[in-house]
Every structure is written in C-alpha cells, then in structure tokens.
C-alpha cells in the first residue's frame, strides 16, 4: 500500500487545485496542506522540509535549500532527458531559477511575473508603455487604479522598473543569474534612483488601497470577488504577478484580462517550483509525482483546465489553454521570457524581507529616491 505524502502548497485555487488533479491522475495519496500568500513568500525552507514530504517554493529559497541540503537534489534523481526537456521547455528564465551550482532544487510547475490588468468593461486595451500608462492613470475616470503595493510587493516593482531604467547592456545576467544591474555590493546607483522617483510617481497615481493589497487582494476586488473600499472598480493595475484564473470567464464577476507589462524589457519573474524534502519517506514515489505534474502532456491539459497557472511553454502556446483564459498566456509570454532573477544565496529572503519593510516605509513617507538607494544597498550588503 502507498503511503500518504503529507505536501505544502499555497493557498489559492491556481495552489491547490492542479496538485489535487494530479493526485486523482496518479492515484498517489498526497495531503496537500495550503498556506497563505505571505507565508508561501517568507517560511523558511527547513522549517517546511520538516514538516512536509513535497513543497510548492519560492525560488528565492533555493539559496537556502543550497546552504541546507533541505530538499532533494533532482539532478541526482531524474533523468537527464527529463531535465533537458523541463530546460528546453522553460518559459523565461523559470528552470534556472531552481538551479544552483549543477544542482536542481525544484522544478518549475508554475510560472508567472509582473505584467498588467485591466477590466476590458472599463478600459479599451492596456498601455503598451509607461508614457501611455502614465496618461492614462492621470486621466479622470468613473474606476480606480491601482496595484499590489504592500512590502513584498512594493520592492518587486521596485526591481522591476529597476530592470526597465537600466541600459540594455546591464539587464544581461551576471554570474549569478541576476542581470548586471544589480551587483555583489547592490543595486546600480543612478539605475535605483530613478527607479525610485518612478515608483513614487506611479504609487502617488494609484488608489491608497494599493499600499496594503498583495496580488490576490488586488485581483479579488478587481475581479468581484470581494469589494472596493469606497464601491468604484479597479480598472487597471500597470503591474501585478498574473493569476490566469482571473482571465476566466467563471471565476470572478467581472473578466480580467492580462497583457505584456509596459515597456517590453521584461520584469521580476516569480512562479513556483515542486521540490522534495530531503527528509520524505518515499522518494520514489514523490519523484513519480513531480514528473507527472511537470510533464507537458499534464501541464498543456489537466493542470491547465484544473486551474492551474503551467510552467511549461507547451502550455504557454496551446490554442486550448489560451482560449480557456482569454489569451492569457500568449499575451503575456513575451514579458515572461525578457524577466530576470533577484537574488537566491540563502541570504536572499531575509533581505526582501527587511528591504521591502524599508521601502515601503519610505516611499510613504516621501523619502528623497537617493536616500531610498542608499537604504536599500545598506541593507543588501548587511543580509
């Protein structure tokens, strides 16, 4: 008899339901547990690999799980044509994401970055720059803007309009996998500075809402599935992490569509992997899942139509999967091959942790973009 795996996911249909299907398909017994946003963002991986035989990550927790030896090294377990495939098949930079040093700490059933939203009820096509975004965030409407702007959030859009100031030569990855921008002693000075002064623009054109709201929130009240504060509709939100649910026709009250992030030079990619903790009883079996759910086949068909967000690019492209999300994923893929890596030593989340808090705070408080700058290197170098 097959022993009950005991998984951690997040929690949100695009989380949990995929991982579910995959379970019925398998006939593996997998309790999948689910665990907030933030959480899913800050737990440490250790603390997970516990607790849990398989975990939905972050991949900036593949510092950690390098420092650690917390989870499988799927390198030493798969094929390598199972590995050639998943790289042949990334979307963006997702596979390398999970992958420190030749070692494979996850594997990439999930892909997302920043990109726009917009309610096709209220406003006729999304901006295709920032100067078009711009004019349209100060022009009066009967709905609101707005975007996820709480610490974490804040600080990804931080880095995202980061990667859009600088120089195309500096957005090349580095040795690292972080583009040349961002450096070992921290951010480009004059490139965070203006990022700085642009985010404030923008944040100070957006509903005060957005100061608190993750991507979910957002996306809830943009779509109905929650209420606005003061009743007007979130019409547009210039970057938020897509949620294809969103795009389908039966899962809010009002349609949410999704386009390329203003600009075209790419944002911060997120998404999630599928690791293994080192510590899981069953390892064969656990490895027997992970494959079916990072599988094309799967992730074009059952992952898809289950609610899922696939990582894969066979999914990106399948007329099926886009016709089922209002085009969704072709529509964002190109924002999604141009995004680029944060940091991933195992010192990483602490510091989005802290340098997303001291963001927040001064960007609110109208600290001057060189200040901010400075702060944020400060604590990058302290991490």
């Known amino acids: 008899m097959t022993r ?51 975990i939905a990550i972050d991949h900036p927790f593949a510092g950690q799980a390098e420092a650690t030896g917390a989870l499988v090294d799927l390198a030493d377990v798969l094929p390598p044509e199972v590995l050639d495939e998943q790289r042949s098949g990334s979307v963006g930079p997702s596979f390398d994401s999970y992958r420190i040093a030749g070692h494979q700490w996850a594997l990439p059933m999930d892909a997302a970055a920043q ?24 022009d009066d409407h009967d709905w609101i803007a707005a975007m996820p702007a709480n610490p974490t959030h804040l600080f990804s859009s931080f880095v995202s309009l980061c990667h859009d100031t600088a120089d195309t030569s500096q957005r090349t990855s580095g040795p690292t996998g972080r583009p040349l921008w961002w450096a070992d002693d921290g ?60 795009a389908r026709a039966d899962y809010g009250e009002r349609l949410v569509r999704f386009s390329d992030a203003p600009g075209g030079t790419g944002t911060m990619i997120g998404g999630v992997g599928l690791a293994i903790s080192a510590q899981c009883l069953d390892i064969d079996t656990a490895i027997r899942y992970v494959r079916h759910v990072v ?52 010192r990483y989340p602490t510091f989005q942790r802290h340098g997303g808090a001291a963001l927040h705070t001064m960007i609110t408080t109208g600290t001057s973009p060189d200040q901010v700058i400075t702060e944020i290197n400060r604590i990058w170098l302290a991490r």
């Open 4 to 54: 009950t795996l005991h998984g951690m996911t997040w929690n949100h249909r695009r989380g949990r339901a995929p991982l579910t299907e995959a379970c019925s398909q398998t006939g593996i017994p997998i309790d999948w547990e689910a665990r907030s946003l933030a959480e899913f963002e800050d737990t440490p991986i250790t603390e997970l690999a516990a607790r849990y035989d398989l």
């Open 295 to 346: 599988a094309p086949s799967f992730q074009s068909d059952g992952y898809a139509r289950s609610g899922g967000q696939p990582g894969h690019r066979r999914a990106w492209t399948d007329p099926t999967v886009n016709k089922i999300t209002n085009n969704f994923f072709a529509d964002t893929l190109t924002t999604l091959d141009h995004s680029f890596l944060r940091g991933r030593d195992s």
């Open 187 to 246: 951010i480009d000075t004059a490139v965070g500075t203006e990022a700085a002064r642009r985010l404030s623009e923008l944040i100070n054109l957006l509903d005060p809402s957005s100061l608190e709201m993750d991507p979910i929130a957002l996306l809830d009240r943009m779509s109905g599935r929650q209420p606005t504060g003061d009743g007007r509709p979130i019409g547009y939100a210039p970057l938020v992490f897509g949620y294809s649910n969103y």
């Open 115 to 138: 990109v726009s939203a917009w309610r096709p009820d209220l406003v006729a096509a999304a901006p295709t720059d920032w100067d078009q975004a711009l004019d349209l965030l100060r």
